[in-house]
């Protein structure tokens, strides 16, 4: 299991302990099953880009923070210019998945 995974699916349940919601809450929400979610935060099943997508526009979460854990979690940040400046991120693309490749171009391309 990748350090990749494994924080994704912390960061996950972080988000719906966040808002209160039960695992069956956090999927009527989302539009999948209890046991979808439980899969999820254990690292058990890869959320789909669009699940990941939903999830940050529906909880006003920062998508760089849930692909990567870094920065703030919720979506308005505010960057110092130091930040402004270094790199976007810095992963070896050829240890991404198809769907953590289009998460971070989203990300390029969608700052705020």
């Not at 299991?1 to 929400?29: A, Y």
């Not at 046991?35 to 526009?57: F, G, H």
């Not at 769907?99 to 969608?110: G, P, T, V, Y």
């Amino acid at each position: 299991m990748s350090e990749f995974t494994w924080q994704f699916g912390e960061r996950f349940r972080q988000i719906r302990k966040l808002v209160s919601l039960s695992q069956q809450e956090f999927g009527q929400l989302l539009g999948v099953s209890r046991q979808t979610i439980n899969a999820y935060e254990r690292n058990r099943q890869r959320p789909t880009l669009d699940m990941m997508e939903k999830v940050c526009r529906l909880q006003d979460i920062s998508p760089s923070w849930l692909l990567t854990g870094r920065g703030n979690l919720r979506a308005e940040m505010t960057f110092s210019a130091a930040e402004e400046t270094s790199p976007t991120y810095a992963v070896a693309e050829e240890h991404l998945y198809p769907e953590q490749r289009a998460l971070i171009s989203f990300i390029i391309e969608n700052p705020d």
